[in-house]
């Protein structure tokens, strides 16, 4: 007698039901899953920066100042707004400050946030800065405090 | 107890915050109320409103103070500044308050400019309209302008000029030469004697203060004039001599009248 006919048509009925209810359970918990792990389009992490890590320079008559930061946005075709940690580094100094905005055209930078400059022997802590004529002025604003070692 | 303790842990605590934040042995600090305008081609700095700079040795402050430098921000050689100017160095006995101050770093040279411009150093009083000058390494001084006053060891000097030479002996500044000359009679002060004419000298080598033209000399109610005059401090004796035109006049005052 065939193996095929001896089984009971009600058990392997059942059986191919559960079976089938199974497969339904296993693949709607792994859709459910991946619906989860999916991201939304709206939700996806975007840069809110216009540029991420900007760097530009300015030529000065003796020697360059490199001008670096975490995020740069556009304030318009010339001015950029650099935020969080810009540096601006030469042989001779340095100088730190978040919140700067600088001109590109007339390379001129402006801060009104809180400064610190250093360079040999020298420190300086100001209430913010204007450099000017390509790095030669730096005009330290407000309550400035200046220490010589 | 415990109070005690926890007073003084505070206390110590605070006095740690503050060294955090004040000025640092062998450093010079500046401040200003209107921030640093820094020159680098040019080099030299503006330091703008309520400037105050002190260091070991010094204090400055200024309403304004231009600083020039040689090679960095550190390496300052001389500064200028403006308006309600004050300096006092303890370490060099000096003090004194102006309208301006110049000073250059490497000669050692202090320039107070302005009305009722002073200038102390150690026991001698300078003042002035005009401007005084001391000069630490050379012992040079120079005051010019009107109200010119040198107040030096029993000595009280008005003039338009007043130049000289200061040795220092036994760490005290002392007067080695002198010249004075005002177009208006200098005057000059002794404990017992008061001296005028438009030119005077002295040389501590011959203690005598010799004048000249239109030479006056007063001692209690005795006045002598005449053209040319000298006053020995040592032996506390003076002459006046007449030129060719003139003659010694002597006067004597009676007090009675």
């Given at each position: 007698?065939?193996?095929?006919?001896?089984?009971?048509?009600?058990?392997?009925?059942?059986?191919?039901t559960c079976?089938?209810?199974?497969?339904?359970?296993?693949?709607?918990?792994?859709?459910?899953?991946?619906?989860?792990?999916?991201?939304?389009?709206?939700?996806?992490?975007?840069?809110?920066?216009?540029?991420?890590?900007?760097?530009?320079s300015?030529s000065?008559?003796?020697?360059?100042?490199?001008?670096?930061?975490?995020?740069?946005?556009?304030?318009?075709?010339?001015?950029?707004?650099?935020?969080?940690n810009?540096?601006?580094?030469?042989?001779?100094f340095?100088?730190?400050?978040?919140?700067?905005?600088?001109?590109?055209?007339?390379?001129i930078?402006?801060?009104?946030?809180?400064?610190?400059?250093?360079?040999?022997n020298?420190s300086?802590i100001?209430?913010?800065?204007?450099?000017?004529?390509?790095?030669?002025?730096?005009?330290?604003?407000?309550?400035?405090?200046?220490?010589?070692k | 107890?415990?109070?005690?303790?926890?007073?003084?842990?505070?206390?110590?605590?605070?006095?740690?915050?503050?060294?955090?934040?004040?000025?640092?042995?062998g450093?010079?600090e500046?401040?200003?109320?209107?921030?640093?305008?820094?020159?680098?081609?040019?080099?030299y700095?503006?330091?703008?409103?309520?400037?105050?700079?002190?260091s070991?040795?010094?204090?400055?402050?200024?309403?304004?103070?231009?600083?020039?430098?040689?090679?960095?921000?550190?390496?300052?050689?001389s500064?200028?500044?403006?308006?309600?100017?004050?300096?006092?160095?303890?370490?060099?006995?000096?003090n004194?308050?102006g309208?301006?101050?110049?000073?250059?770093?490497?000669s050692?040279?202090?320039?107070v400019?302005?009305?009722?411009?002073?200038?102390?150093?150690?026991?001698?009083?300078?003042?002035?309209?005009?401007?005084?000058?001391?000069?630490?390494?050379?012992?040079?001084?120079?005051?010019?302008?009107?109200?010119?006053?040198?107040?030096?060891?029993?000595?009280d000097?008005?003039?338009?000029?007043?130049?000289?030479?200061f040795?220092?002996i036994d760490?005290?500044?002392?007067?080695?030469?002198?010249?004075v000359?005002?177009?208006?009679?200098?005057?000059?002060?002794t404990?017992?004697?008061e001296?005028?004419?438009?030119?005077?000298?002295?040389?501590?080598e011959?203690n005598i203060?010799?004048?000249?033209?239109?030479?006056?000399?007063?001692?209690?109610?005795?006045?002598?004039?005449?053209?040319?005059?000298?006053?020995?401090?040592?032996?506390?004796?003076?002459?006046?001599?007449?030129?060719?035109?003139?003659?010694?006049?002597?006067?004597?005052?009676?007090?009675n009248?």
């Amino acid at each position: 007698m065939n193996f095929l006919l001896s089984i009971d048509k009600n058990k392997l009925f059942i059986f191919i039901t559960c079976l089938i209810v199974i497969i339904i359970i296993f693949f709607s918990y792994n859709f459910i899953n991946n619906e989860k792990s999916f991201p939304i389009l709206a939700e996806l992490p975007t840069s809110k920066s216009d540029i991420v890590k900007p760097k530009f320079s300015i030529s000065g008559q003796n020697s360059e100042i490199f001008i670096t930061a975490k995020n740069g946005n556009f304030i318009n075709e010339e001015k950029i707004l650099l935020e969080n940690n810009v540096k601006f580094k030469s042989k001779e100094f340095q100088l730190i400050s978040d919140n700067v905005i600088f001109d590109r055209k007339n390379l001129i930078a402006t801060s009104k946030n809180k400064s610190k400059f250093s360079s040999k022997n020298t420190s300086i802590i100001s209430a913010g800065f204007d450099i000017t004529d390509n790095g030669n002025i730096i005009n330290f604003k407000g309550q400035t405090v200046l220490k010589i070692k | 107890m415990n109070v005690v303790k926890l007073i003084i842990f505070a206390g110590f605590l605070i006095s740690y915050s503050l060294n955090g934040v004040s000025r640092g042995i062998g450093e010079t600090e500046i401040t200003t109320d209107d921030g640093i305008e820094v020159f680098q081609n040019e080099k030299y700095y503006l330091l703008k409103k309520n400037v105050i700079i002190s260091s070991d040795d010094f204090k400055i402050t200024s309403d304004n103070v231009k600083a020039n430098f040689e090679i960095d921000l550190y390496d300052i050689t001389s500064l200028e500044t403006k308006g309600n100017s004050s300096i006092n160095a303890i370490k060099y006995g000096i003090n004194g308050k102006g309208d301006e101050i110049l000073i250059n770093i490497k000669s050692e040279e202090i320039k107070v400019i302005g009305k009722n411009s002073l200038l102390n150093l150690q026991d001698t009083k300078m003042s002035s309209d005009g401007s005084i000058k001391v000069n630490n390494l050379l012992g040079a001084f120079e005051l010019k302008g009107a109200n010119s006053n040198l107040k030096n060891d029993g000595l009280d000097i008005y003039g338009e000029y007043i130049s000289g030479i200061f040795v220092e002996i036994d760490g005290k500044k002392q007067l080695k030469k002198l010249e004075v000359e005002d177009k208006n009679l200098l005057k000059i002060y002794t404990e017992d004697l008061e001296m005028s004419s438009q030119k005077a000298i002295y040389d501590d080598e011959t203690n005598i203060f010799e004048l000249f033209t239109k030479v006056k000399i007063v001692k209690g109610q005795e006045i002598i004039s005449g053209e040319y005059g000298y006053f020995d401090t040592v032996k506390n004796s003076y002459k006046v001599k007449s030129d060719e035109t003139s003659k010694v006049k002597v006067t004597i005052k009676n007090t009675n009248e």
